[in-house]
């Protein structure tokens, strides 16, 4: 026990929940522990959509998800313009010597953000609208049966194969039904192409770089996968009793293919096609 807080008593139907009490060793090494895996996933998530291109994403995307990846690409884009023109009020209102904080700033500053956000709406589609989105082609009924009924199955195939796999009794029926389940979603992904009606202009093909990228995520998830199987006790601590942890060297390593795409990806470019942090030329 490092130390004891003024602990808050709860009902009855609230057992197994504390707040406050005695703090102790191994639970803040527990808390640690999960706090650091939080981290990992946050940074990863972060740097993927720094790095990522929402246009080349959208181009990879298969024909059924095409609607929804306009939406998520939408929505991701929207957070960022409304950050900026939160920034460009307030710096103008300090600017003309008026508040941007307080309630009375915020309200002030809100109506206008709130205005160009519906604006850059009300002009996105427009734009949608007479660039033909959302025409969809005539499909059979049965085919569309068929699509809805591979795809809800592989979805529901995903969810039980990968329970499979996290959880000890399901090793045996994981895998297969992990294969099954994404062979099926694959299909009716497939299928529900066949609906949305649009061109591709310049199609982003896939290159050794991107498939070396692909390539590195799928072996760290594979051997890390294996490493939990065999010994499960080096990838999760225990902290009762509360020992240091142990580093497992090559599932260490296997870590390391990660970093692969740091050194064979190309440079993000901006809208001129030139990479970013490149010096612009000065007219001559």
């Not at 998800?65 to 209102?93: C, H, K, S, W």
């Not at 709406?121 to 809805?148: F, H, N, W």
């Not at 694959?186 to 299928?191: E, F, P, Q």
Request: charged share 15%; aromatic share 6%; glycine share 10%.
């Amino acid at each position: 026990t490092l130390l004891t807080l003024p602990e808050v008593p709860l009902p009855d139907w609230a057992q197994g929940i504390r707040l406050g009490g005695r703090v102790t060793a191994e639970g803040l090494t527990f808390a640690l522990y999960d706090a650091m895996k939080l981290a990992t996933l946050l940074i990863c998530v972060g740097a993927a959509n720094a790095l990522a291109n929402p246009a080349r994403l959208l181009k990879s995307l298969p024909g059924a998800l095409y609607e929804m990846g306009v939406a998520v690409v939408v929505a991701l884009t929207f957070a960022p313009n409304l950050i900026a023109d939160v920034q460009r009020l307030r710096a103008a209102r300090r600017l003309r010597g008026r508040p941007d904080r307080g309630m009375r700033g915020l309200l002030q500053v809100g109506l206008p953000v709130l205005e160009g956000a519906l604006e850059r709406s009300v002009a996105l589609a427009a734009a949608m609208d007479s660039r033909g989105y959302g025409r969809t082609a005539q499909v059979p009924a049965p085919v569309r049966r068929t699509t809805a009924a591979l795809t809800l199955g592989g979805l529901l195939g995903v969810c039980a194969g990968t329970y499979g796999l996290l959880t000890a009794a399901g090793g045996t029926y994981g895998i297969p039904v992990l294969v099954a389940g994404a062979a099926a979603a694959l299909a009716g992904l497939w299928l529900g192409g066949r609906r949305t009606v649009r061109t591709r202009y310049r199609p982003d093909r896939w290159d050794t770089r991107a498939w070396l990228v692909t390539a590195s995520g799928v072996a760290v998830a594979a051997l890390l996968f294996l490493a939990n199987a065999r010994d499960p006790a080096a990838l999760h601590p225990g902290v009762v009793p509360l020992t240091a942890p142990a580093l497992p060297l090559w599932p260490a390593a296997a870590v390391l293919l990660g970093l692969l795409p740091a050194f064979i990806t190309p440079a993000p470019e901006n809208s001129t096609g030139t990479p970013v942090g490149t010096p612009m030329k000065e007219p001559s």
